[in-house]
């Protein structure tokens, strides 16, 4: 399983607003339904079995920004491809909370 997280920062923009921007790019998702994701205060997480998929997904968003007119894109990627066991963002959170308790 592999997991990502995005974080796509428009430039030349003319406005510090960038919702409209990554709103562009989290619309991508809806035609994937095979990748999982969730929106965050500060990056889009993914989840998708196959690596591939997950890489093509990633540069779309990235693409799709600059459909809205952006002149420059910085975007920020996290990838962890596990491959000895199955892990996902939820099980990540919960071995984390089960050392914390």
């Known amino acids: 399983m592999a997991t990502a997280e995005i974080a796509i920062i428009p430039?030349?923009?003319g406005s510090t607003s960038t919702s409209?921007?990554?709103a562009e790019a989290d619309r991508v998702l809806l035609s994937h339904?095979?990748?999982?994701n969730k929106l965050t205060g500060m990056g889009t997480e993914l989840e998708c079995s196959d690596?591939?998929?997950l890489f093509e997904v990633l540069k779309e968003m990235h693409q799709k920004s600059f459909t809205k007119?952006?002149?420059?894109?910085?975007?920020v990627i996290k990838i962890d491809d596990r491959?000895?066991?199955?892990?996902?963002l939820e099980s990540k959170v919960t071995s984390l909370e089960k050392?914390?308790?």
């Open 51 to 53: 690596i591939d998929t």
């Open 83 to 88: 491959r000895d066991k199955e892990s996902t």
């Open 33 to 36: 339904p095979e990748v999982k």
């Open 20 to 22: 409209d921007f990554i």
């Open 11 to 13: 430039m030349g923009t």
């Open 99 to 101: 050392k914390l308790a």
């Open 69 to 75: 007119g952006a002149q420059r894109m910085y975007t």
